[in-house]
C-alpha cells in the first residue's frame, strides 16, 4: 500500500513537497512515479524516477519547476514541486511498478492521491 502525502495549499510561486512511502514492503527495487488529476481532467504523468535514482523522466508542464528523487534507507519517494502554478491543482497519485518506467500509467500500484491547490 503506497501512501502520498504533503499536499495542502500553496501560493502560486510557491512550492510544496510531496512524500510517497509505503509499509510492509521496500521501494528499494521499483521504478516509482507521480501522476496527478485534475479536476475534470484525466490523470496524467508527472514526473517519474528509476528504481536506481540514476533516470529521471519530467512532463514539459513541470520541467524545470518539479523534482523526483528518491531516499531508499527511508523507503521514500519526494516529489519538490516549485514555481507552483494554479494549473498544476489536482489529485497527486504516487506509483509503482517492478518492470516498468516513464509515463505510461500501466504501473502495478497506486497510492491513494493526495489534494494540491495552488491559489492565484
Known amino acids: 500500500q503506497l501512501q502520498a502525502s504533503g499536499g495542502g495549499w500553496g501560493q502560486a510561486g510557491g512550492s510544496l513537497r510531496l512524500s510517497c512511502t509505503t509499509s510492509g514492503r521496500t521501494l528499494i527495487s521499483y521504478h516509482m512515479a507521480w501522476f496527478r488529476q485534475a479536476p475534470g481532467k484525466e490523470r496524467e504523468f508527472v514526473s517519474a524516477?528509476?528504481?536506481?535514482?540514476?533516470?529521471?523522466f519530467y512532463a514539459d508542464s513541470v520541467k524545470g519547476r518539479f523534482t523526483i528523487s528518491r531516499d531508499n534507507h527511508k523507503n521514500t519517494v519526494y516529489l519538490q514541486m516549485n514555481s507552483l502554478k494554479p494549473e498544476d491543482t489536482a489529485v497527486y497519485y504516487c506509483?509503482?511498478?517492478?518492470?516498468?518506467?516513464?509515463?505510461?500509467?500501466?504501473?502495478?500500484?497506486w497510492g491513494q492521491g493526495t489534494l494540491v491547490t495552488v491559489s492565484s
Open positions: 506509483a509503482a511498478d517492478y518492470l516498468r518506467v516513464g509515463s505510461n500509467p500501466l504501473y502495478d500500484y
Open positions: 524516477i528509476s528504481a536506481s535514482g540514476s533516470s529521471t
